[in-house]
Protein backbone atom coordinates (compact mmCIF):
# COMPACT_ATOMS: atom_id res chain seq x y z
CA UNK A 1 0.00 0.00 0.00
CA UNK A 2 1.76 3.24 -0.97
CA UNK A 3 1.01 6.01 1.04
CA UNK A 4 -0.90 7.55 -1.23
CA UNK A 5 -3.75 4.94 -0.52
CA UNK A 6 -2.74 5.36 3.33
CA UNK A 7 -3.52 9.07 3.57
CA UNK A 8 -4.40 10.32 0.84
CA UNK A 9 -7.19 8.16 -0.84
CA UNK A 10 -9.76 8.19 1.88
CA UNK A 11 -10.30 12.03 1.95
CA UNK A 12 -11.41 11.62 -1.82
CA UNK A 13 -14.79 10.61 0.02
CA UNK A 14 -17.25 13.43 1.20
CA UNK A 15 -18.17 11.55 4.30
CA UNK A 16 -14.15 11.79 5.53
CA UNK A 17 -13.52 15.35 4.37
CA UNK A 18 -16.67 16.14 6.72
CA UNK A 19 -15.11 13.99 9.46
CA UNK A 20 -11.80 15.43 9.04
CA UNK A 21 -13.20 18.86 9.29
CA UNK A 22 -15.49 18.00 12.47
CA UNK A 23 -12.08 16.48 14.24
CA UNK A 24 -9.94 19.51 12.99
CA UNK A 25 -12.58 22.30 14.94
CA UNK A 26 -12.99 19.80 17.84
CA UNK A 27 -9.25 19.51 18.03
CA UNK A 28 -8.49 23.30 18.20
CA UNK A 29 -11.29 23.53 20.99
CA UNK A 30 -10.11 19.91 22.69
CA UNK A 31 -6.03 21.37 22.56
CA UNK A 32 -7.42 24.90 24.30
CA UNK A 33 -9.70 23.69 26.85
CA UNK A 34 -7.55 21.09 27.49
CA UNK A 35 -4.63 22.17 29.41
CA UNK A 36 -6.57 24.33 31.37
CA UNK A 37 -8.74 21.28 32.66
CA UNK A 38 -6.00 19.37 33.68
CA UNK A 39 -4.05 22.44 35.32
CA UNK A 40 -7.22 23.08 37.42
CA UNK A 41 -7.19 19.73 38.38
CA UNK A 42 -10.92 18.84 36.29
CA UNK A 43 -9.76 16.29 34.47
CA UNK A 44 -12.45 13.75 36.11
CA UNK A 45 -15.11 16.44 36.45
CA UNK A 46 -15.00 16.86 32.65
CA UNK A 47 -15.44 13.09 32.60
CA UNK A 48 -18.31 13.53 34.98
CA UNK A 49 -20.08 16.27 32.76
CA UNK A 50 -20.04 14.30 29.81
CA UNK A 51 -21.94 11.51 31.46
CA UNK A 52 -24.33 14.43 32.93
CA UNK A 53 -25.72 15.34 29.31
CA UNK A 54 -27.34 11.74 28.49
CA UNK A 55 -30.67 12.63 30.36
CA UNK A 56 -30.42 16.34 29.01
CA UNK A 57 -30.53 14.44 25.33
CA UNK A 58 -33.38 11.84 26.63
CA UNK A 59 -35.55 14.26 27.89
CA UNK A 60 -34.77 16.40 24.43
CA UNK A 61 -35.66 13.12 22.39
CA UNK A 62 -39.00 12.44 24.57
CA UNK A 63 -40.31 16.15 23.47
CA UNK A 64 -39.00 16.50 20.28
CA UNK A 65 -38.12 13.51 18.61
CA UNK A 66 -34.95 13.04 17.07
CA UNK A 67 -34.11 16.90 16.15
CA UNK A 68 -30.59 17.05 16.05
CA UNK A 69 -30.95 20.41 17.53
CA UNK A 70 -33.02 19.81 20.96
CA UNK A 71 -31.07 16.55 21.60
CA UNK A 72 -27.87 19.13 21.68
CA UNK A 73 -29.73 22.23 23.22
CA UNK A 74 -31.19 19.23 25.91
CA UNK A 75 -27.62 17.45 26.37
CA UNK A 76 -25.99 21.07 26.69
CA UNK A 77 -28.57 22.18 29.12
CA UNK A 78 -28.60 19.15 31.42
CA UNK A 79 -24.19 19.83 31.36
CA UNK A 80 -24.76 23.21 32.05
CA UNK A 81 -27.44 22.35 35.33
CA UNK A 82 -24.97 20.29 36.63
CA UNK A 83 -22.01 22.46 35.95
CA UNK A 84 -23.40 25.32 37.71
CA UNK A 85 -25.35 23.30 40.52
CA UNK A 86 -21.96 21.09 41.73
CA UNK A 87 -19.86 24.86 41.47
CA UNK A 88 -22.81 26.37 43.58
CA UNK A 89 -22.47 23.38 45.75
CA UNK A 90 -18.85 23.34 46.69
CA UNK A 91 -19.55 27.32 47.66
CA UNK A 92 -22.18 27.36 49.71
CA UNK A 93 -22.07 23.94 51.70
CA UNK A 94 -19.04 21.81 52.72
CA UNK A 95 -18.93 19.28 50.25
CA UNK A 96 -16.14 19.82 47.39
CA UNK A 97 -16.13 20.02 44.38
CA UNK A 98 -14.96 16.85 43.27
CA UNK A 99 -17.67 15.03 45.62
CA UNK A 100 -20.53 17.48 44.44
CA UNK A 101 -19.86 16.96 40.72
CA UNK A 102 -19.08 12.90 41.30
CA UNK A 103 -22.45 12.41 42.96
CA UNK A 104 -24.94 14.50 40.82
CA UNK A 105 -23.45 12.79 37.80
CA UNK A 106 -24.23 9.47 38.57
CA UNK A 107 -27.81 10.84 40.04
CA UNK A 108 -27.91 12.61 36.27
CA UNK A 109 -26.76 9.39 34.49
CA UNK A 110 -28.87 7.22 36.13
CA UNK A 111 -31.82 9.64 34.96
CA UNK A 112 -30.55 9.10 31.62
CA UNK A 113 -30.59 5.84 31.69
CA UNK A 114 -34.43 5.35 33.20
CA UNK A 115 -35.92 7.41 30.83
CA UNK A 116 -34.58 6.07 27.71
CA UNK A 117 -35.10 2.61 29.20
CA UNK A 118 -38.85 4.27 29.26
CA UNK A 119 -39.27 5.62 26.15
CA UNK A 120 -39.05 1.80 25.02
CA UNK A 121 -37.68 3.22 21.30
CA UNK A 122 -35.05 1.97 19.41
CA UNK A 123 -33.17 4.94 19.20
CA UNK A 124 -29.25 4.28 18.21
CA UNK A 125 -27.87 5.45 21.04
CA UNK A 126 -24.90 3.43 20.94
CA UNK A 127 -23.92 6.39 18.69
CA UNK A 128 -24.15 8.76 21.39
CA UNK A 129 -22.40 6.73 23.55
CA UNK A 130 -19.25 5.99 21.26
CA UNK A 131 -19.64 8.06 18.11
CA UNK A 132 -19.88 7.97 14.51
CA UNK A 133 -17.64 10.89 12.59
CA UNK A 134 -18.35 8.88 9.52
CA UNK A 135 -22.05 10.36 9.67
CA UNK A 136 -21.21 13.76 10.58
CA UNK A 137 -24.15 16.36 9.33
CA UNK A 138 -24.00 20.12 8.35
CA UNK A 139 -25.59 20.63 11.03
CA UNK A 140 -22.83 19.10 13.52
CA UNK A 141 -20.26 20.90 11.38
CA UNK A 142 -21.96 23.90 12.08
CA UNK A 143 -22.42 23.51 16.08
CA UNK A 144 -18.71 22.34 16.37
CA UNK A 145 -17.78 25.29 14.50
CA UNK A 146 -19.58 27.68 16.64
CA UNK A 147 -18.32 26.02 19.49
CA UNK A 148 -14.32 26.81 18.20
CA UNK A 149 -14.95 30.09 17.06
CA UNK A 150 -16.16 31.16 20.28
CA UNK A 151 -13.58 28.75 22.47
CA UNK A 152 -10.93 30.69 20.65
CA UNK A 153 -12.72 34.00 21.19
CA UNK A 154 -13.15 33.71 24.84
CA UNK A 155 -9.55 32.64 24.84
CA UNK A 156 -8.36 35.89 22.60
CA UNK A 157 -10.21 38.28 24.91
CA UNK A 158 -9.96 36.43 28.85
CA UNK A 159 -7.03 34.82 28.33
CA UNK A 160 -5.08 36.80 31.03
CA UNK A 161 -8.44 36.12 33.54
CA UNK A 162 -8.38 32.25 32.68
CA UNK A 163 -4.50 32.03 33.11
CA UNK A 164 -4.40 33.94 36.90
CA UNK A 165 -7.54 32.64 37.97
CA UNK A 166 -6.33 29.09 37.24
CA UNK A 167 -2.84 29.68 38.42
CA UNK A 168 -3.66 31.52 41.87
CA UNK A 169 -7.43 32.18 42.54
CA UNK A 170 -6.53 34.10 45.38
CA UNK A 171 -4.56 36.59 44.15
CA UNK A 172 -7.28 36.87 40.82
CA UNK A 173 -10.26 36.89 43.45
CA UNK A 174 -7.79 39.78 45.75
CA UNK A 175 -7.36 41.96 42.52
CA UNK A 176 -10.49 42.39 42.13
CA UNK A 177 -11.12 39.34 39.60
CA UNK A 178 -14.62 37.47 39.51
CA UNK A 179 -13.14 34.37 40.35
CA UNK A 180 -16.97 32.53 40.44
CA UNK A 181 -17.73 33.52 37.19
CA UNK A 182 -14.54 32.76 35.25
CA UNK A 183 -15.18 29.00 36.63
CA UNK A 184 -18.59 28.87 35.81
CA UNK A 185 -17.80 30.03 32.26
CA UNK A 186 -15.43 27.94 31.73
CA UNK A 187 -17.30 24.82 32.71
CA UNK A 188 -20.02 26.05 30.02
CA UNK A 189 -17.27 26.07 27.39
CA UNK A 190 -16.14 22.60 28.39
CA UNK A 191 -20.05 21.68 28.01
CA UNK A 192 -20.39 23.31 25.23
CA UNK A 193 -17.89 21.58 23.28
CA UNK A 194 -18.51 18.11 25.12
CA UNK A 195 -21.89 18.29 23.16
CA UNK A 196 -20.60 19.62 19.92
CA UNK A 197 -18.15 16.58 20.27
CA UNK A 198 -21.26 13.85 20.41
CA UNK A 199 -21.60 13.19 17.12
CA UNK A 200 -17.97 12.56 16.08
CA UNK A 201 -16.69 11.10 19.36
CA UNK A 202 -19.47 10.46 21.95
CA UNK A 203 -20.52 11.05 24.89
CA UNK A 204 -18.21 8.47 27.07
CA UNK A 205 -15.03 9.26 24.87
CA UNK A 206 -15.40 12.80 23.83
CA UNK A 207 -13.41 13.97 26.47
CA UNK A 208 -10.08 11.92 25.11
CA UNK A 209 -9.82 14.63 22.88
CA UNK A 210 -9.67 17.23 25.67
CA UNK A 211 -7.47 15.62 28.14
CA UNK A 212 -4.95 12.82 26.30
CA UNK A 213 -3.39 15.72 23.63
CA UNK A 214 -2.84 18.23 27.22
CA UNK A 215 -1.27 15.61 29.71
CA UNK A 216 0.95 14.51 26.60
CA UNK A 217 1.80 18.16 26.12
CA UNK A 218 2.46 18.31 29.89
CA UNK A 219 4.85 16.04 29.79
CA UNK A 220 6.99 18.11 27.24
CA UNK A 221 6.32 21.69 27.99
CA UNK A 222 7.37 23.79 30.95
CA UNK A 223 5.50 27.11 29.51
CA UNK A 224 2.02 27.55 29.15
CA UNK A 225 1.86 29.29 25.77
CA UNK A 226 4.44 26.19 24.38
CA UNK A 227 1.45 24.15 26.57
CA UNK A 228 -1.56 25.20 24.86
CA UNK A 229 0.61 25.07 21.27
CA UNK A 230 1.67 21.78 21.35
CA UNK A 231 -1.70 20.34 22.50
CA UNK A 232 -3.36 21.49 20.01
CA UNK A 233 -0.95 20.30 17.70
CA UNK A 234 -1.10 17.07 19.41
CA UNK A 235 -5.24 17.29 18.86
CA UNK A 236 -4.75 18.07 15.18
CA UNK A 237 -2.33 14.68 14.32
CA UNK A 238 -3.67 12.39 16.52
CA UNK A 239 -7.53 13.01 15.77
CA UNK A 240 -6.78 12.82 11.98
CA UNK A 241 -4.51 9.72 12.33
CA UNK A 242 -7.59 8.57 14.09
CA UNK A 243 -9.83 9.05 11.75
CA UNK A 244 -7.46 7.57 8.89
CA UNK A 245 -6.98 4.64 11.43
CA UNK A 246 -10.76 4.03 11.67
CA UNK A 247 -11.41 3.83 7.93
CA UNK A 248 -8.20 1.49 7.50
CA UNK A 249 -9.10 -0.93 10.54
CA UNK A 250 -12.68 -0.42 10.57
CA UNK A 251 -13.28 0.50 13.82
CA UNK A 252 -15.57 3.24 15.52
CA UNK A 253 -13.93 6.55 14.84
CA UNK A 254 -13.99 8.00 18.66
CA UNK A 255 -12.04 5.03 19.36
CA UNK A 256 -9.48 5.08 16.67
CA UNK A 257 -8.62 9.01 17.59
CA UNK A 258 -8.50 7.84 21.10
CA UNK A 259 -6.26 4.68 20.87
CA UNK A 260 -3.85 7.36 18.64
CA UNK A 261 -3.44 9.94 21.25
CA UNK A 262 -3.36 7.40 23.74
CA UNK A 263 -0.48 6.19 22.41
CA UNK A 264 0.80 9.42 21.95
CA UNK A 265 0.58 9.87 25.63
CA UNK A 266 1.90 6.62 26.77
CA UNK A 267 4.82 6.87 24.80
CA UNK A 268 5.57 10.26 26.22
CA UNK A 269 4.62 9.01 29.53
CA UNK A 270 7.46 6.46 29.26
CA UNK A 271 10.19 8.86 27.15
CA UNK A 272 9.85 12.75 27.63
CA UNK A 273 13.26 13.87 28.37
CA UNK A 274 12.33 15.76 31.88
CA UNK A 275 9.44 14.22 33.40
CA UNK A 276 9.19 10.80 31.99
CA UNK A 277 9.54 7.85 33.98
CA UNK A 278 12.87 6.16 32.30
CA UNK A 279 14.37 9.86 33.38
CA UNK A 280 13.08 9.31 36.96
CA UNK A 281 14.06 5.75 36.78
CA UNK A 282 17.82 6.59 35.31
CA UNK A 283 17.93 9.74 38.10
CA UNK A 284 16.82 7.53 40.92
CA UNK A 285 19.53 4.37 40.01
CA UNK A 286 22.31 7.00 39.69
CA UNK A 287 21.54 8.29 43.06
CA UNK A 288 21.82 4.73 44.72
CA UNK A 289 24.92 4.24 42.51
CA UNK A 290 26.40 7.29 43.81
CA UNK A 291 25.78 6.36 47.89
CA UNK A 292 26.89 2.73 47.01
CA UNK A 293 30.29 3.87 46.04
CA UNK A 294 30.43 6.59 48.15
CA UNK A 295 33.66 6.00 50.44
CA UNK A 296 33.11 5.46 53.84
CA UNK B 1 1.37 57.83 70.14
CA UNK B 2 3.74 61.02 69.98
CA UNK B 3 4.89 60.98 67.16
CA UNK B 4 3.16 63.26 64.20
CA UNK B 5 1.51 59.87 61.99
CA UNK B 6 -1.29 59.57 59.60
CA UNK B 7 -2.87 56.72 59.25
CA UNK B 8 -3.92 55.21 56.04
CA UNK B 9 -6.03 52.53 56.75
CA UNK B 10 -8.86 52.67 59.61
CA UNK B 11 -11.18 50.28 61.39
CA UNK B 12 -14.08 52.16 63.03
CA UNK B 13 -16.16 49.24 64.51
CA UNK B 14 -15.51 46.54 62.24
CA UNK B 15 -17.44 43.11 62.76
CA UNK B 16 -17.34 39.77 60.82
CA UNK B 17 -19.18 37.08 61.59
CA UNK B 18 -19.05 33.38 60.18
CA UNK B 19 -22.26 32.36 60.70
CA UNK B 20 -23.22 32.83 64.59
CA UNK B 21 -19.92 33.09 65.93
CA UNK B 22 -17.96 36.75 65.38
CA UNK B 23 -14.70 36.08 63.70
CA UNK B 24 -13.90 40.01 64.13
CA UNK B 25 -15.73 41.51 66.98
CA UNK B 26 -16.27 45.58 67.22
CA UNK B 27 -12.57 46.06 65.96
CA UNK B 28 -11.56 49.57 66.17
CA UNK B 29 -7.63 50.16 64.52
CA UNK B 30 -5.52 52.67 62.97
CA UNK B 31 -2.82 51.37 60.63
CA UNK B 32 -0.06 54.22 60.53
CA UNK B 33 1.69 54.85 57.28
CA UNK B 34 4.51 53.54 55.68
CA UNK B 35 5.00 51.19 58.94
CA UNK B 36 5.22 48.11 59.40
CA UNK B 37 2.43 46.63 61.62
CA UNK B 38 2.34 42.78 62.91
CA UNK B 39 -0.63 41.62 63.50
CA UNK B 40 -0.48 38.94 66.35
CA UNK B 41 -2.30 36.63 68.17
CA UNK B 42 -3.65 32.97 69.19
CA UNK B 43 -5.29 30.89 65.93
CA UNK B 44 -8.69 31.70 65.43
CA UNK B 45 -8.02 35.35 66.52
CA UNK B 46 -9.32 36.59 63.18
CA UNK B 47 -5.90 37.99 61.67
CA UNK B 48 -6.64 36.62 58.32
CA UNK B 49 -10.19 37.69 58.54
CA UNK B 50 -8.71 40.85 59.58
CA UNK B 51 -7.04 40.68 56.00
CA UNK B 52 -9.67 39.70 53.52
CA UNK B 53 -11.59 42.04 55.24
CA UNK B 54 -9.67 44.74 54.17
CA UNK B 55 -10.35 43.39 50.57
CA UNK B 56 -13.93 43.42 51.12
CA UNK B 57 -14.05 39.93 50.88
CA UNK B 58 -16.09 39.56 54.03
CA UNK B 59 -19.67 41.33 54.21
CA UNK B 60 -19.01 44.09 57.36
CA UNK B 61 -21.76 43.73 60.00
CA UNK B 62 -20.85 46.84 61.63
CA UNK B 63 -18.48 49.56 61.00
CA UNK B 64 -16.25 50.63 58.11
CA UNK B 65 -12.76 50.37 56.90
CA UNK B 66 -11.31 53.17 54.96
CA UNK B 67 -8.48 54.05 53.19
CA UNK B 68 -7.92 57.92 53.33
CA UNK B 69 -11.44 58.66 52.55
CA UNK B 70 -12.54 55.93 50.34
CA UNK B 71 -14.03 52.43 50.78
CA UNK B 72 -11.17 49.68 50.32
CA UNK B 73 -12.78 48.28 47.41
CA UNK B 74 -12.60 51.38 45.15
CA UNK B 75 -8.69 51.10 45.99
CA UNK B 76 -7.74 47.45 45.38
CA UNK B 77 -4.73 48.22 42.88
CA UNK B 78 -3.47 49.73 46.33
CA UNK B 79 -3.05 46.90 47.69
CA UNK B 80 -1.39 43.63 47.42
CA UNK B 81 -2.09 40.68 49.33
CA UNK B 82 0.07 37.76 49.58
CA UNK B 83 -1.93 34.40 50.83
CA UNK B 84 -0.05 31.91 52.49
CA UNK B 85 2.49 30.01 50.14
CA UNK B 86 0.84 26.26 50.20
CA UNK B 87 -1.86 27.47 47.97
CA UNK B 88 0.43 27.18 44.74
CA UNK B 89 0.93 24.56 42.33
CA UNK B 90 4.52 24.56 41.84
CA UNK B 91 4.49 22.33 39.15
CA UNK B 92 2.09 24.82 36.97
CA UNK B 93 3.95 25.55 33.24
CA UNK B 94 5.23 29.31 34.55
CA UNK B 95 8.09 31.15 34.61
CA UNK B 96 9.27 33.61 36.89
CA UNK B 97 8.94 36.49 35.01
CA UNK B 98 5.54 35.47 34.02
CA UNK B 99 4.64 35.29 37.39
CA UNK B 100 5.48 39.04 38.02
CA UNK B 101 3.96 40.43 35.12
CA UNK B 102 0.88 38.80 36.24
CA UNK B 103 1.49 41.77 38.66
CA UNK B 104 0.34 43.98 36.12
CA UNK B 105 -2.52 42.08 35.21
CA UNK B 106 -5.43 44.01 36.98
CA UNK B 107 -4.19 47.25 35.47
CA UNK B 108 -4.76 45.99 31.90
CA UNK B 109 -7.82 46.19 30.09
CA UNK B 110 -8.91 43.00 28.49
CA UNK B 111 -8.25 43.63 24.98
CA UNK B 112 -4.85 45.73 25.96
CA UNK B 113 -0.88 44.14 25.74
CA UNK B 114 1.59 44.71 27.77
CA UNK B 115 3.24 48.55 26.85
CA UNK B 116 6.65 49.76 27.92
CA UNK B 117 5.81 50.91 31.08
CA UNK B 118 4.69 47.20 32.21
CA UNK B 119 7.74 45.69 31.44
CA UNK B 120 9.81 48.53 33.12
CA UNK B 121 7.70 47.68 36.29
CA UNK B 122 8.53 43.71 35.68
CA UNK B 123 12.22 44.45 35.21
CA UNK B 124 12.00 47.11 38.29
CA UNK B 125 10.27 44.86 40.39
CA UNK B 126 12.63 41.73 39.27
CA UNK B 127 15.99 43.74 39.78
CA UNK B 128 14.29 45.15 43.96
CA UNK B 129 14.22 41.28 44.93
CA UNK B 130 17.55 40.42 42.99
CA UNK B 131 15.82 37.46 41.01
CA UNK B 132 16.94 38.51 37.96
CA UNK B 133 19.40 35.93 37.01
CA UNK B 134 16.07 33.39 37.86
CA UNK B 135 13.86 35.23 35.40
CA UNK B 136 13.16 32.61 33.39
CA UNK B 137 13.39 29.64 35.70
CA UNK B 138 10.11 27.43 36.47
CA UNK B 139 8.88 28.27 39.37
CA UNK B 140 9.51 24.57 40.98
CA UNK B 141 13.31 25.28 40.31
CA UNK B 142 13.61 27.63 43.16
CA UNK B 143 13.99 27.56 46.89
CA UNK B 144 11.60 28.18 49.59
CA UNK B 145 12.84 31.65 50.13
CA UNK B 146 13.37 32.64 46.42
CA UNK B 147 9.72 31.34 45.80
CA UNK B 148 8.61 33.88 48.21
CA UNK B 149 10.76 36.57 47.05
CA UNK B 150 8.99 36.02 42.87
CA UNK B 151 5.15 36.41 44.73
CA UNK B 152 6.60 39.87 46.80
CA UNK B 153 8.14 40.97 43.27
CA UNK B 154 4.60 40.09 42.03
CA UNK B 155 3.30 42.74 44.39
CA UNK B 156 5.41 44.82 43.68
CA UNK B 157 5.09 45.23 39.86
CA UNK B 158 1.28 45.90 41.09
CA UNK B 159 2.40 49.04 41.81
CA UNK B 160 0.80 48.48 45.74
CA UNK B 161 1.94 50.34 48.53
CA UNK B 162 -0.22 48.70 51.00
CA UNK B 163 1.19 45.49 51.43
CA UNK B 164 -1.27 42.36 52.99
CA UNK B 165 0.96 39.67 54.06
CA UNK B 166 -0.76 36.32 54.98
CA UNK B 167 2.04 34.08 57.43
CA UNK B 168 4.87 35.13 55.46
CA UNK B 169 7.59 33.62 58.12
CA UNK B 170 5.23 30.48 57.57
CA UNK B 171 7.66 27.47 56.23
CA UNK B 172 10.94 29.64 55.71
CA UNK B 173 14.16 28.47 57.48
CA UNK B 174 16.52 30.59 59.45
CA UNK B 175 18.24 32.29 56.10
CA UNK B 176 15.08 32.73 54.44
CA UNK B 177 13.56 34.60 57.30
CA UNK B 178 16.03 37.41 57.59
CA UNK B 179 15.85 37.75 54.02
CA UNK B 180 12.49 38.81 53.85
CA UNK B 181 12.87 40.65 57.33
CA UNK B 182 15.63 42.44 55.14
CA UNK B 183 13.07 43.10 52.05
CA UNK B 184 10.12 44.41 54.72
CA UNK B 185 12.70 46.45 56.55
CA UNK B 186 13.49 48.31 53.39
CA UNK B 187 10.16 48.63 51.92
CA UNK B 188 9.22 50.01 55.11
CA UNK B 189 12.63 52.53 54.68
CA UNK B 190 10.63 53.37 51.14
CA UNK B 191 7.66 54.72 52.67
CA UNK B 192 5.50 51.13 52.14
CA UNK B 193 2.54 50.12 54.48
CA UNK B 194 3.23 46.76 55.39
CA UNK B 195 0.71 44.46 57.24
CA UNK B 196 1.99 41.24 58.45
CA UNK B 197 -0.42 38.75 60.15
CA UNK B 198 1.97 36.53 62.22
CA UNK B 199 2.86 34.18 65.13
CA UNK B 200 6.45 35.27 66.24
CA UNK B 201 6.37 37.25 68.69
CA UNK B 202 10.09 37.83 69.20
CA UNK B 203 10.03 38.55 65.35
CA UNK B 204 7.48 41.20 65.50
CA UNK B 205 9.53 42.37 68.95
CA UNK B 206 12.31 42.59 67.20
CA UNK B 207 11.26 44.29 63.36
CA UNK B 208 8.35 45.38 63.47
CA UNK B 209 7.51 49.14 64.49
CA UNK B 210 3.57 48.64 65.00
CA UNK B 211 1.52 45.73 66.31
CA UNK B 212 -1.83 45.09 67.06
CA UNK B 213 -3.09 42.24 69.42
CA UNK B 214 -6.32 40.37 68.45
CA UNK B 215 -8.25 37.83 69.95
CA UNK B 216 -11.67 38.56 68.19
CA UNK B 217 -11.68 41.72 69.34
CA UNK B 218 -8.32 44.02 69.75
CA UNK B 219 -6.53 43.62 73.03
CA UNK B 220 -4.02 46.48 72.40
CA UNK B 221 -2.86 48.12 69.61
CA UNK B 222 0.33 50.67 68.57
CA UNK B 223 3.67 50.97 69.13
CA UNK B 224 5.08 47.15 69.38
CA UNK B 225 6.67 47.75 72.79
CA UNK B 226 3.46 49.18 74.12
CA UNK B 227 1.22 46.38 73.04
CA UNK B 228 3.65 43.22 73.36
CA UNK B 229 3.52 43.47 77.30
CA UNK B 230 3.28 40.32 79.74
CA UNK B 231 -0.52 41.74 80.76
CA UNK B 232 -1.57 42.30 76.98
CA UNK B 233 0.05 38.73 76.16
CA UNK B 234 -1.36 37.19 78.54
CA UNK B 235 -4.73 38.41 77.71
CA UNK B 236 -5.07 37.81 74.46
CA UNK B 237 -3.67 33.97 74.65
CA UNK B 238 -4.70 32.92 78.03
CA UNK B 239 -7.48 35.24 78.97
CA UNK B 240 -10.51 36.14 77.26
CA UNK B 241 -13.01 33.74 75.27
CA UNK B 242 -11.75 30.49 73.97
CA UNK B 243 -11.76 30.74 70.05
CA UNK B 244 -12.44 26.64 69.35
CA UNK B 245 -14.95 25.42 72.00
CA UNK B 246 -13.56 21.98 72.27
CA UNK B 247 -10.45 23.01 74.99
CA UNK B 248 -8.33 19.94 73.68
CA UNK B 249 -8.23 21.63 69.90
CA UNK B 250 -7.14 24.82 71.58
CA UNK B 251 -4.90 23.58 74.43
CA UNK B 252 -2.91 22.05 71.46
CA UNK B 253 -2.87 25.12 68.95
CA UNK B 254 -2.18 27.92 71.22
CA UNK B 255 1.44 29.34 70.87
CA UNK B 256 2.61 30.18 74.63
CA UNK B 257 5.28 33.10 74.59
CA UNK B 258 8.29 32.47 76.40
Not at chain 1, 218 to 245: E, K
Not at chain 1, 259 to 275: D, E, M, V, Y
Request: hydrophobic share 50%; aromatic share 8%; charged share 15%.
Amino acid sequence: MTAQQLFIEPFSFGFMQRGALSVVLLSITGGLLGPILILRRLALMGDALSHSLLPGIAFAYLLFGANLLALFLGGLFAGLITAAASALLSRMTRVKEDAAFGSLFVIFFAVGIALISAMKTRVDFMQFLFGNVLAVGSRDLALAGFACVLTAAVFGIFHRSVFLETFDPIFFRATGGRGGLTHVGLLCLVALNLVAALQAMGVVLALGLFLLPAVTAYLWCDRLRHLLAVSVAVALIGSLLGILLSYHANVPSGAGIVLTLGAGFILSAIGSPRHGVLVRLRANRGEVRRILHTPE
Amino acid sequence: MTDATHSILRFREVTVSYGRHPALSHVSASIVCGSSTAILGPNGAGKSTFLRAILGWHPLQTGEIRIGDSHTHHLLPRLAYLPQRQAIDWDFPITVREVVEQGRYPSLRWFERFKQHDHECVDRALAELDIEALASRQIRMLSGGQQQRVFLARALAQGADIFLLDEPFAGLDLHATEELIHILRAWEAQGRTVLAAMHELPLARAHFRHALLLNTSVIACGQVDAVLTDANIDLAYRGGHCAHEDPLRSARTAHFPQ
